[in-house]
């Protein structure tokens, strides 16, 4: 039986691979590792049937949780799948993968990213290690943009700062795991140390070699190779980490003099392979032999305090951080820092061949299709439309990642998912106003595997403004309402107006002068602007952005002045300063912002705005699985957990019927009509000037 499962390519550090979140991939380890086996094509040495690069640094996958510890945001666990061989190791860490972990956490909704850089401390599953990582998040954002540079990889991108807090002694329980810092074997003096990844070091000279030979050199010399990889399973065997002949720890090292008194040449095995630039655990454990006393790696003189590591490796080096603590034998590392970059590829889906899966997974093929597609979840009933879902399912959102439709989209996702037994996928296509996702969806088959996260925009107002390719009624099939969330009127804090009579003021006296923002022609924040320029009587510039997250950021920026999102876009801005909240476009002030009056008690009536949310699926799919997912609906938004975390900002959940939602649907078409007729200057509803 194949298999289809979403996935991320990144690239970080030096490292490339697949990222998943743990609820993608299946929950025992044993069908797990045959999926990886598959998604990297491990079976083959030059991996041609996978997403590897028959190289172990091709051949990493990283998976991606929320944390079950109190003081971690994520759990990540890496990989190392082999290279010719069916073999998956998760005994390891991988520094590089790990700088890709917070980005994927961001994109995916896992954690909130902060305004400027977003820091989260990170569980290494694999070693038991917590690491900080800092990446750059402007606008709320992830961006991997910059202008930092890591040797081993073209061009530059933004910087990603790891901090390493306590990874010395992690896998084996000690920092010297033999209880001394240099062991003999085979008449070879070695330092094992466990320093965020368990190494091996030996002196390059007393193997007869120089250190500085180049991969291509060492990789050929097989007497060389045979002698470390025999030297390696001696030492991993007194780590206590037994029979390390199908393990890849202990890593091993080949060490010599550096280009100053604080640098240190390193060759680092993968481990049969000379690595082409250097692992950040192993530069971590390398820098740590360096910085202490006694080793066969160590420094001239040792030092107590904060000092930069420079471990050089073939493509250049890596600049270490190291915190040591006392002097002599009593020295510890506390804590080693450094920068790295990462860089998303691609995202989509990942289909496993049937030929990795194991048989007690081929087994499933041979069930009754009513088990075999609810084996991942055995308390969701079994559906009358048994081929439901049989694969990923995706929700579209019409609007750029970080806005509200994104936030309430991905809040709902996981839990929905965990019910349907298949991992729900939240797929971002903004442009042209929605109507790029809603004709998609629309085109979709009806199948119930491609939904539609609709709002008040693309299922009213923009068809009411002007004539799309798609029909919001005709088009879809009605799942359930989600929630409703009011529109504020507000303010760029550095405009020094504090009142919606100021600004109306200010906006006849100097008409024209002034923008607003929206989140697109057609748009929530692009009507409210409109009916209020034309009821209060004012002149002003319409800005339109490639959504609400941009256009925020805009009115933020100053580069327009005001704008009317959504409570629950604009709450947390406003609560920390970012936005100066002047009036409630709706009925009735928000228990969130109780201060914060009506337009209509400032003397601005006719401004009406509250906006909606609702799932949708192309026209035609069978009402056994819209009913499914009605219902499953229903439950997730019945979810305390769930409805916190859509409430906690202002947005109200409310669930419907499907044809409560279609009678929605088709009034509010026909109110937004009316407005477009009754507009006294329609050019203000249909350009961005």
Not at 267 to 291: D, E, L, W
Not at 566 to 574: D, E, K, N, P
Not at 585 to 592: C, E, F, M, Q, S
Request: aromatic share 4%; glycine share 10%; hydrophobic share 40%.
């Amino acid at each position: 039986m194949s298999k289809t499962l979403p996935c991320v390519l990144m690239r970080a550090g030096t490292s490339r691979g697949p990222f998943f979140l743990r609820e993608w991939l299946p929950d025992d380890d044993e069908t797990r590792d045959q999926v990886l086996i598959g998604a990297i094509g491990a079976s083959d040495p030059l991996q041609l049937d996978g997403v590897g690069g028959g190289s172990t640094l091709n051949s990493k996958v990283a998976i991606v949780s929320r944390s079950t510890r109190p003081d971690c945001d994520l759990d990540y666990l890496f990989a190392q799948v082999g290279v010719g061989q069916r073999s998956v190791d998760t005994r390891p860490n991988c520094g590089n993968m790990l700088s890709g972990v917070l980005p994927f956490a961001l994109e995916q909704g896992l954690i909130e990213a902060a305004d400027g850089t977003t820091t989260a401390r990170i569980f290494n599953v694999n070693t038991g290690s917590r690491i900080e990582v800092t990446v750059q998040t402007p606008g709320r954002r992830i961006t991997y943009d910059g202008d930092a540079r890591i040797d081993g990889v073209a061009g530059t991108a933004a910087p990603i700062h790891l901090n390493f807090l306590d990874a010395w002694g992690a896998v084996t329980g000690s920092v010297f795991p033999t209880g001394r810092r240099i062991d003999t074997i085979d008449g070879v003096e070695v330092t094992c140390i466990d320093a965020a990844m368990p190494l091996m070091i030996v002196r390059a000279g007393d193997l007869g070699l120089h250190g500085s030979e180049s991969p291509a050199e060492l990789d050929s010399n097989q007497g060389l190779l045979e002698r470390l990889e025999a030297l390696r399973r001696a030492a991993g065997d007194m780590m206590g980490l037994g029979d390390v002949s199908n393990s890849v720890v202990p890593k091993p090292v080949l060490v010599s003099a550096g280009d100053s008194a604080e640098s240190i040449t390193s060759r680092y095995f993968t481990p049969r392979r000379c690595h082409a630039s250097h692992a950040v655990t192993g530069a971590i454990g390398v820098a740590s032999a360096f910085a202490l006393s006694g080793t066969v790696a160590s420094r001239s003189e040792s030092a107590a305090g904060v000092g930069k590591v420079s471990v050089l490796h073939p493509a250049g080096r890596i600049d270490i951080e190291v915190d040591v603590e006392g002097t002599g034998a009593s020295a510890q590392v506390k804590r080693a820092s450094l920068l790295r970059t990462a860089r998303k590829i691609l995202q989509g889906e990942l289909h496993i061949p049937d030929y990795v899966l194991s048989k007690a997974v081929e087994a499933m093929s041979a069930q009754p299709a009513e088990e075999r597609e609810h084996v991942a979840n055995p308390s969701v009933a079994v559906s009358a439309v048994p081929l439901f879902p049989s694969r990923p399912v995706r929700i579209i959102v019409p609007t750029v990642a970080g806005g509200g439709n994104d936030t309430i989209a991905r809040t709902i996702a996981q839990r929905l998912g965990e019910l349907l037994g298949q991992p729900v996928i939240v797929d971002n296509r903004a442009g042209a106003n929605g109507t790029i996702a809603a004709e998609y969806v629309a085109g979709s088959a009806p199948d119930g595997h491609t939904l539609m996260f609709g709002y008040i925009a693309t299922h009213a107002m923009n068809p009411a403004l002007q004539r799309l390719r798609y029909d919001p009624v005709a088009d879809f099939e009605p799942i359930s309402l989600v929630g409703y969330s009011p529109t504020l009127l507000v303010a760029c804090p550095d405009l020094d107006i504090s009142s919606v009579g100021g600004l109306v003021t200010r906006l006849r006296s100097e008409p024209g002068k002034y923008r607003y923002a929206s989140a697109g022609i057609g748009t929530a924040p692009h009507f409210a602007g409109a009916m209020f320029a034309l009821n209060a009587g004012t002149d002003m510039q319409h800005r339109p952005y490639d959504g609400a997250a941009h256009a925020v950021d805009a009115t933020m920026a100053g580069q327009a002045h005001f704008m009317f999102p959504s409570l629950f876009t604009a709450a947390r801005l406003i609560k920390n300063g970012k936005l100066r909240a002047l009036a409630v476009a709706g009925p009735r002030r928000t228990p969130v912002l109780p201060e914060v009056p009506t337009l209509a008690e400032t003397g601005v009536d006719g401004v009406d705005v509250t906006q909606w949310y609702a799932l949708f699926a192309p026209a035609g799919t069978p009402s056994p699985v819209v009913d499914r997912l009605n219902e499953l609906l229903r439950k997730v938004l019945a979810d305390p957990v769930v409805i916190g975390r859509i409430e906690q900002d202002g947005a109200e959940v409310k669930t419907s019927t499907p044809a409560e939602l279609r009678s929605l649907v088709q009034s509010e078409l026909e109110k937004w009509r009316a407005v477009v007729r009754a507009a006294k200057n329609t050019r203000g509803l249909a350009s961005g000037d």
